[in-house]
């Protein structure tokens, strides 16, 4: 095996070398969520990432991973969910008049425009804003905004538009649902931060319930999510609530070293003490060190009027709690952890001193990731030692972004993964747009990765069906040890043998190369378009057998990348799950459906009366026996369930198609040939691909929802192909009546109602115009032409009407 290299944010640039610790073993810390939202597509680009990085880690390069993710259930973002879904509860079991509602959310609308949106308020009367004069004022002020356009008017529009969007959404539903008078409800997004304002303080710290409610109600949505998306559940699970007595310790020992100090009952890293002895600050991003903007996002929302800093940069270890807000007990009175200091402690207690891995989303590297190691090696280091190496290799993730901007909870400019999908996306679908970019890659979303996406999957998917369906045709399946053991990748070799020996050195090269999965998947296209290419060039002598160690090597392949929930280790099943799950069924459970449909389909072809050599011997099939062999060999997989049923009734149907052209009953027999198709197997997720009359239809198991659609658009097309033709008949039959109509006409007639002329001769010509003018000859003969036609269409319709 080659030697695994990876992308590490601590040496930037090429791939270095993945030595653990501790040989064939990795400790793992990821980065977990801020649970007080919904879960979103950034969350999934994270989560499935990590997951298919881990899977590799595990199943490829056959490392036991220790994997270590924390819930971040307290922080200033979560106290005030928290806080103000409190309030407003309280708020909505008030007495209210109308008027004294609408009072409040009137003043609540002012105050947060006036807070978050000021150019929609008049500088000479900031009070004259209302829900009725919003719309105008909204569109005055940031309609360029509204309409796609920049703040500066050039370039693309990012987080500081998408943040000005937010806002303005929430302003626009208020002042809809405010003029409907449905205040509770539609206008929730700004009363919230007006009841905090004034109610805040009301709120009991130490009810930390009030708090934990909300988060773990979060958690168990964002742990459903990623069991929707086939990501492995973490080994350990730590929660910060479970750890505040550790994290004071914790921050007691670094103030001990003198790496930390205490300020009115706030506790903050002394970065300066802490390089001046030795150690580095902000290994991953010295550029940002003394970013402003990210500094305060790290310290959080609510720790802006905590101060007593010695240093612009440094950052807080423990926050003194301020009336509302959750509090615990410390030798610095009452307070809560920071939000850097949480991972530092759960990590530690759990992996040690050195963790090997470290991995988060790319927008964590500052300032969260770069205090997570200044705080953990100041706590670990020694005097005269030098510094402590807390982490070896961190692992950012790109983000994923919209119409330009970071995707995130706290702009609401995301999809949830729910929604997602609900909607665009099949849990394989999305992690295979994943596996298409590099993990340390942003990635933009967009219609063409999608279609990507789709294109990859059903060349994979089709591949699979027809491997399987030419396996059983031509018998049993070649053992699991042959198909993953036989073939060196270093032996030379030719055919099929050869492009899978290409594919898994290329496999090798990519996966050691920091996890290629992009270049991954191109080597599995290629593999499958070559073995496709080999069953339409060789339909006398196909190789099935080495087509199935092909199959059976991707199935172990897209399995590792975690794109069959029901696949795990060994990864042995032939290819991945298509249908719907069998759960606990037993095997007669699983095999009853294919069983009835071949009890019917037999009953009805003994009763075409119908015979040859064949087909008797067909009918005489004991199908229940093969499936007893299958049971009592333990095979489990529904597919080689139904084979014993269903590769009879196929061969019948063959047998019967071949006999209908000669026999009298032909209708009969195609009509039951299709509904055997279209109907019995359709409806079992079964299509029969019918090929040529020596080699009879091939079993194709497809997905049932997948075979009704495309059923009821053949069916639709059928339809409107009858309307078409029904329509042409009559515009045919319309034409006809109007010929008819037209043909009893005497020539004799049928210029003489006309009013353009003025004069007729004995054959009822016209011989004037209406003004007495003569008529130009070239009308004249134009004239004739049309009578000559008349009269023999008239001469005709009397030949066939008149007795």
């Known amino acids: 095996m080659a030697q695994l290299k990876v992308h590490n944010s601590l040496q930037p640039g090429v791939p270095v070398p993945f030595l653990p610790k501790e040989e064939g ?43 270590v993710m924390n819930i971040t259930d307290i922080d200033d973002k979560i106290i005030l969910k928290a806080r103000r879904q409190r309030l407003l509860e309280l708020e909505k079991g008030k007495k209210y008049t109308e008027s004294e509602l609408t009072k409040l959310a009137a003043t609540a609308f002012q105050n947060y425009a006036e807070g978050n949106l000021p150019e929609l308020l008049n500088p000479d009367d900031k009070s004259d804003l209302s829900p009725s004069n919003y719309t105008s004022r909204r569109d005055a002020a940031y309609g360029k905004v509204l309409a796609g356009g920049t703040l500066i008017g050039e370039g693309k529009p990012g987080d500081a538009e998408a943040k000005m969007k937010m806002h303005l959404n929430n302003l626009t539903s208020a002042a809809a649902a405010i003029q409907e008078g449905k205040v509770f409800g539609g206008a929730d997004e700004i009363l919230q931060p007006y009841l905090d304002s004034l109610y805040k303080d009301s709120i009991d710290g130490r009810d930390h319930t009030i708090f934990t409610d909300v988060t773990q109600y979060w958690e168990e949505q964002f742990m459903g999510d990623l069991d929707a998306l086939n990501v492995l559940r973490p080994d350990v699970i730590t929660r910060v609530t479970a750890y505040v007595p550790q994290i004071a310790k914790f921050v007691e020992q670094i103030i001990a070293k003198g790496f930390a100090y205490e ?34 996002d790290g310290e959080g929302s609510l720790s802006k009027s905590l101060g007593g800093k010695r240093g612009a940069g440094d950052f807080a270890l423990w926050k003194k709690s301020k009336p509302g807000e959750p509090v615990w007990d410390s030798a610095w009175g009452g307070g809560r952890p920071g939000w850097h200091i949480e991972c530092s402690v759960m990590a530690s207690d759990v992996l040690g001193s050195q963790i090997d891995v470290h991995s988060g989303g790319i927008d964590l590297a500052f300032p969260h990731h770069d205090n997570e190691l200044a705080q953990s090696e100041a706590y670990f280091c020694e005097h005269g030692k030098g510094p402590h190496q807390w982490v070896n290799y961190f692992l950012h993730m790109g983000h994923l972004s919209i119409a330009g901007s970071k995707m995130s909870k706290s702009l609401k400019n995301f999809q949830t993964i729910k929604a997602a999908l609900s909607t665009d996306y099949t849990p394989r679908g999305m992690r295979i747009v994943f596996l298409m970019g590099r993990w340390n890659d942003g990635v933009e979303i967009s219609p063409d990765m999608r279609t990507m ?51 898994q050195r290329e496999m090798e090269i990519a996966l050691s190369d920091s996890f290629d999965t992009p270049r991954a998947m191109r080597v599995l296209y290629e593999l499958i378009k070559d073995a496709n290419i080999h069953i339409t060039t060789h339909k006398a002598d196909m190789d099935v057998p080495g087509l199935e160690i092909i199959a059976r090597w991707v199935t172990r392949m897209v399995g590792i990348f975690g794109l069959d929930a029901n696949a795990s280790p060994p990864y042995d099943r032939l290819g991945w799950t298509l249908a719907a799950l069998t759960g606990n069924m037993t095997a007669l459970e699983i095999a009853a459906p294919f069983h009835e449909m071949f009890d019917r389909v037999r009953d009805d072809v003994q009763n075409l ?19 007893e062999d299958l049971v009592s060999n333990d095979v489990k997989d529904p597919e080689a369930l139904a084979m014993p049923y269903l590769r009879t009734v196929s061969k019948m149907r063959d047998e019967i198609r071949k006999l209908a052209p000669a026999s009298p009953k032909k209708k009969v027999i195609l009509s039951l040939s299709d509904r055997i198709r279209d109907y019995d197997l359709t409806n079992l997720g079964v299509y029969l691909d019918d090929r040529s009359e020596d080699q009879g239809a091939l079993i194709k198991f497809v997905p049932k929802e997948e075979l009704l659609t495309q059923r009821e658009e053949k ?20 034409v006809e009546r109007e010929k008819a109509e ?27 115009l209406a003004d007495r003018s003569e008529i130009p000859k070239s009308a004249l003969k134009k004239l004739r032409k049309d009578w000559d036609r008349q009269k023999k269409a008239h001469e005709d319709w009397k030949a066939k009407n008149v007795v």
């Open 25 to 67: 073993k990795v400790s793992w810390y990821a980065c977990g969520p801020t649970v007080y939202d919904h879960s979103h597509l950034g969350h999934a680009r994270n989560y499935v990432s990590t997951d298919i990085i881990r899977r590799i880690m595990r199943d490829y390069f056959g490392l036991k991973v220790k994997f």
């Open 263 to 296: 300020a009115g009952g706030s506790v903050y890293f002394d970065i300066a003490s802490f390089e001046k002895a030795g150690n580095p600050y902000a290994r991953l991003r010295p550029e940002s060190r003394n970013d402003k903007a990210l500094q305060e």
């Open 453 to 503: 996406a789709e294109g990859w999957e059903s060349t994979v998917n089709n591949f699979f069906v027809v491997v399987k369906s030419l396996i059983a045709e031509k018998g049993p399946p070649a053992s699991t040890s042959e198909s993953f053991s036989t073939l060196s990748i270093d032996s030379p070799s030719d055919g099929l043998s050869g492009n899978l020996s290409k594919a």
């Open 609 to 627: 009366d119908i015979h040859s050599e064949t087909l008797d011997l067909l009918l005489a099939v004991k199908a229940d026996a093969e499936f």
């Open 715 to 734: 069916a639709a097309k059928e339809r409107e192909k009858h309307a078409q033709k029904e329509a042409a008949k009559a515009e045919r039959e319309r």
């Open 742 to 768: 037209k043909a009893k006409v005497s020539p004799l007639d049928m210029f003489r109602s006309d009013e353009k002329y003025s004069a007729w001769d004995e054959e009822g010509l016209p011989t004037t």
